[in-house]
C-alpha cells in the first residue's frame, strides 16, 4: 500500500515560517495533481493548496498571498512553504492527490502557531 510521508511541521510563533514537505512514490508523483490539506480540531478537513503536473497552483482564499505550494519532479517531493503564520493556521497538515484518495492518507505533521 502506498504512502505519503510528511514531515516538516513543529511549534511556531505568529507570523513565523515552516516548510513541509510531502515524499511520494514516482507511480504517484508523476500521474496526479498534489494537494496540501488541513484539518484543525472540531473543523473539517479542507483543501488548502494544490499543484498540477504541470505546475499549476491554486490555493484557498484564507491562504494565498502566504503559502506556496511547489513540486521537485526528480526527489518525487512537494513542499508547502508556509509564511506570515497565524494561530488559525494550526492543524495536521497532510499531502495528498487532489482530489484526494483515502487509501493514500499518511500520518500528517502537526503545526502549531502560537506564542
Known amino acids: 500500500q502506498e504512502q505519503l510521508v510528511e514531515s516538516g511541521g513543529g511549534l511556531v510563533q505568529p507570523g513565523g515560517s515552516l516548510r513541509l514537505s510531502c515524499a511520494a512514490s514516482?507511480?504517484?508523483?508523476?500521474?496526479?495533481?498534489m494537494g496540501w490539506y488541513r484539518q484543525a480540531p472540531g473543523k473539517q478537513r479542507e483543501l488548502v493548496a494544490r499543484?498540477?503536473?504541470?505546475?499549476?497552483?491554486n490555493y484557498a482564499d484564507s491562504v494565498k498571498g502566504r503559502f506556496t505550494i511547489s513540486r521537485d519532479n526528480a526527489k518525487n517531493t512537494v513542499y508547502l512553504q508556509m509564511n506570515s503564520l497565524k494561530p488559525e493556521d494550526t492543524a495536521v497538515y497532510s499531502c495528498?492527490?487532489?482530489?484526494?484518495?483515502?487509501?493514500?492518507w499518511g500520518q500528517g505533521t502537526q503545526v502549531t502557531v502560537s506564542s
Open positions: 514516482r507511480s504517484i508523483f508523476s500521474i496526479y495533481t
Open positions: 499543484i498540477t503536473t504541470g505546475g499549476t497552483t
Open positions: 495528498n492527490t487532489a482530489p484526494f484518495r483515502s487509501y493514500y
